[in-house]
């Protein structure tokens, strides 16, 4: 386990730097390179976290660094048992024994084992209160939802963007503006007001949209490397970031083919959506 907790620290570490650079490159990226392609960044961030890249480095090669970063010989055996010398200074100090060399490793044994110990229940309790908050967030907007199975408008804009799964529609007092949830059972929830038909077909391209990028696995995925590298403060910050683009680049995926008016009628309809 202490080898597992060794190779998320230098993992998390990694992330670490990568994402303070992002951040502070962040006022510039975001004016020079579309919302698409800071969104995949944040996900190839995310995969920078949890697969151990540099294990690919091959072994002769690790050692031949090593050697070449190596600036002092080991102690040889009688090195270890020589007799301290003699100066006029006074006794020059004795060799570090093989004893105490592993004494201290054992003790750096023990305190990794503790900090993964620590480590790998954080990780549970992450989870745990991630998967239950979100069953109790389901079982309530579940409650009092109503089915708009057979939505007419939600049927074209699935034609629209060519998708045959079966999504569902519930409409719920408890949900504020419209959401996708479910990555193996999908459902749009819709809030309770009336819409118009023109922004309610905007409302359904944008979760659908959502649904064809597979961005619900993803935010799953931003959730599990934050339970992995629960301790590093910047791993909830990746997370943010990415959700911000995802929302600005499906945005942009939606309106990407529209004339002036229709993306002011979807802009219209976001913000309308989000402050009700």
């Not at 230098?10 to 990568?18: A, E, K, P």
């Not at 579309?34 to 969104?39: E, I, L, N």
């Not at 600036?71 to 006029?88: L, S």
């Not at 391209?205 to 619900?216: A, F, I, P, S, V």
Request: hydrophobic share 45%; with cysteine; proline share 6%.
């Amino acid at each position: 386990m202490s080898e597992l907790f060794e190779t998320v620290l230098i993992l998390s570490l990694f992330g670490f730097g990568i994402t303070a650079v992002l951040l502070c490159l962040k006022p510039i990226t975001t004016k020079k390179f579309p919302a698409k392609w800071q969104y995949y960044v944040w996900i190839a961030v995310l995969l920078t976290m949890i697969i151990p890249t540099y294990k690919l480095i091959p072994e002769q090669e690790v050692q031949r660094i090593q050697y070449m970063t190596q600036t002092e010989t080991p102690a040889t055996e009688t090195e270890v048992n020589e007799v301290p010398e003699q100066t006029p200074e006074g006794p020059v100090a004795p060799p570090i024994t093989e004893r105490e060399i592993n004494v201290t490793q054992d003790v750096k044994i023990k305190v990794l084992d503790l900090l993964a110990i620590i480590w790998i229940c954080g990780t549970g309790i992450f989870l745990i209160v991630v998967l239950m908050s979100y069953i109790i967030y389901i079982i309530r907007r579940r409650k009092n939802a109503v089915s708009m199975e057979g939505n007419s408008v939600l049927l074209e804009a699935k034609r629209e963007l060519k998708i045959r799964r079966n999504i569902r529609v519930r409409m719920s007092p408890d949900v504020g503006s419209p959401m996708l949830v479910g990555v193996f059972f999908p459902v749009v929830y819709m809030p309770c007001k009336e819409i118009p038909h023109d922004m309610m077909r905007l409302v359904f391209l944008h979760e659908l949209t959502h649904y064809k990028r597979k961005d619900l696995i993803i935010k799953w995925f931003a959730l599990f490397v934050n339970a992995v590298h629960w301790f590093n403060p910047l791993s909830y910050l990746l997370s943010a970031n990415l959700s911000e683009a995802c929302e600005v680049s499906c945005d942009m995926e939606v309106t990407k083919n529209m004339n002036d008016e229709e993306q002011k009628l979807y802009m219209k309809t976001i913000l309308e959506l989000v402050e009700k």
